[in-house]
């Protein structure tokens, strides 16, 4: 964390880990992203078959691992509902147990993109969430945990709130000394783990583009951030507006590979919206600028 022209910390959030190095979601990433500086990892929660929580971002599973290469598994490919209702054929987390799971290696989501995440594929295994509140690493640190898609698998019955919550309460996460932040993009699903869930940490509410773009006044009521596609935010008073409030601000997504001139002027169009922390696929160049503006 530093602080700006000695106002405000600014905290660097490893997305999905050190996603822009290692493939996103994998314990080796959100390791990696702490070794760099970050204040926090991002991770994304899904629900399996057998009522545990894996760390995926999509509950379709052929874009981030080796599971079109398993034939043991080619039966469980149909045509199925993601979690923002598109249908798509595929392999889906809710029709797998932890178990089968485990046996599928963790692939990089954008290859060309990044060939040197690429030349990890087939490395790592999938995490669940036991697994990263149990690593060693995350001992002491600061973890940001995204419910992904709650609506949809409300309607489908799973329950992925109360599986979060019996998930933490079996967990020794206090004693390790790790705190949590929990997301998610649905207000109504958010107010519910905040329900079932409790005084467990912050709760943060995601708003992107598709989303209502405004301040919604009941969040500063209800929660303690507001996060926002920064894309939001450019040239309009949201941040200041929602401090205002009350409200803890994050932007996302800081991505090396989208800095059209040099990175540094990228990186510090995220800092001066005088947002309270930052999420970054890179967090050590992210990190590096934040220092020197400082």
């Not at 874009?63 to 054929?89: C, N």
Request: net charge negative; with cysteine.
């Amino acid at each position: 964390m530093a602080i700006l022209n000695g106002q405000r910390e600014i905290l660097v959030f490893g997305h999905r880990g050190a996603s822009g190095y290692r493939p996103e979601n994998t314990l080796e990433s959100f390791e990696l992203a702490f070794q760099m500086g970050a204040d926090a990892i991002e991770c994304d929660l899904l629900p399996t078959a057998d009522g545990e929580l894996i760390i995926r971002h999509d509950n379709f599973l052929s874009s981030t691992t080796d599971v079109a290469s398993r034939p043991e598994f080619a039966h469980l490919k149909r045509v199925g509902r993601v979690g923002w209702q598109t249908d798509r054929e595929d392999w889906f987390c809710e029709d797998f147990t932890i178990e089968q799971l485990k046996q599928l290696r963790a692939t990089e989501r954008l290859p060309e993109l990044r060939p040197g995440s690429a030349k990890f594929d087939g490395q790592f295994q999938l995490p669940t969430l036991d697994d990263l509140l149990q690593a060693d690493f995350a001992a002491g640190k600061h973890l940001i945990l995204e419910v992904k898609h709650g609506d949809y698998f409300a309607a489908k019955g799973i329950p992925v709130a109360a599986i979060l919550a019996r998930k933490l309460a079996e967990s020794k996460w206090r004693e390790r000394g790790i705190t949590l932040t929990i997301e998610a993009f649905q207000f109504k699903v958010l107010e519910q783990l905040q329900r079932v869930c409790g005084a467990v940490g912050e709760y943060v509410y995601l708003v992107d583009t598709w989303g209502d773009p405004t301040l919604n006044p009941k969040a500063a009521e209800v929660f303690d951030g507001i996060s926002f596609n920064a894309e939001l935010v450019w040239n309009t008073d949201l941040v200041e507006v929602s401090q205002a409030r009350g409200l803890k601000v994050f932007i996302w997504t800081a991505r090396a590979e989208e800095a059209e001139n040099t990175i540094e002027e990228y990186y510090a169009n995220f800092i001066l919206t005088g947002a309270d922390g930052i999420f970054a696929d890179q967090p050590d160049l992210l990190a590096a600028c934040v220092r020197d503006m400082s």
